[in-house]
């Protein structure tokens, strides 16, 4: 039982290449979530899917996009990615009956 | 939207004191409050939550106290471990619907001095 397993765990780009973060979980839940966290700032939501197929915008989604390939899988997209989105990226799940985040290792992302 | 402020932003005290991080919200709606503690290069990983049907939740030597009235509740950490050095994390979930749309608090780096 591995959790949240997100890939790549590091990641540098030049500012307009494009990306494609990948998330799964093998905890049978419904809901995931990305994160990005920026120094000072703490984790802030980029978008979320409530269930398989369904999907929407958080805190700061611009710049990004994502897609719910089944219910194990949530990617995220960085169709041309600038400075501004240097940052480490969480991928997240939760059980809809039970509250708590469960959180995957991270993608530290550096966009030069 | 929902707004969490976090206070300290660092706090540095002795093994064996007390730790005590508040937070303060906005969105009334509110009705989730986690407590993450992320180690240095490692993941968010919840140590105590609280929902608003109760005022305090105790865990060992963590407790959590909420106040809907005054829209803040705080992390109270007893007989602190250098172990328990790490960056914590308050938050709320946006509008009280959702429990995995939080809106975080900034942070406060806890030091724990031998």
């Known amino acids: 039982n591995a959790g949240v397993t997100q890939t790549p765990k590091f990641q540098v780009l030049k500012t307009g290449q494009s990306m494609t973060l990948q998330c799964a979980q093998d905890?049978?839940?419904?809901?995931m979530y990305w994160y990005r966290q920026d120094p000072g700032m703490g984790l802030r939501l980029i978008y979320y899917?409530?269930?398989?197929?369904?999907?929407d915008k958080g805190e700061v989604p611009n710049g990004y996009n994502v897609s719910r390939l089944n219910k194990r899988e949530f990617s995220l997209r960085l169709e041309s990615a600038a400075p501004s989105q240097t940052s480490v990226y969480f991928c997240?799940?939760?059980?809809?009956?039970?509250?708590?985040?469960?959180f995957g290792n991270g993608t530290r992302l550096t966009v030069t | 939207g929902e707004n969490v402020e976090q206070h300290p932003s660092t706090l540095s005290v002795q093994e064996g004191d007390s730790a005590v991080i508040k937070c303060t919200y906005s969105?009334?709606?509110?009705?989730?409050f986690p407590w993450y503690k992320q180690e240095l290069g490692k993941r968010p990983q919840l140590i105590i939550d609280?929902?608003?049907?109760?005022g305090e939740k105790k865990d060992q030597r963590i407790a959590v106290t909420l106040n809907k009235t005054a829209k803040h509740f705080s992390l109270h950490i007893t007989e602190t471990q250098p172990e328990d050095s790490a960056v914590y994390f308050c938050?709320?979930?946006?509008?009280?619907?959702?429990?995995?749309?939080?809106?975080f608090g900034q942070g406060t780096i806890l030091t724990v001095h031998p």
């Open positions: 997240a799940s939760r059980d809809p009956s039970a509250p708590p985040l469960h």
């Open positions: 905890m049978n839940h419904n809901s």
């Open positions: 899917s409530a269930s398989e197929g369904t999907t």
């Open positions: 969105d009334s709606a509110s009705n989730y």
């Open positions: 609280i929902r608003s049907n109760v």
């Open positions: 938050a709320a979930n946006a509008g009280g619907t959702s429990y995995g749309k939080l809106t």
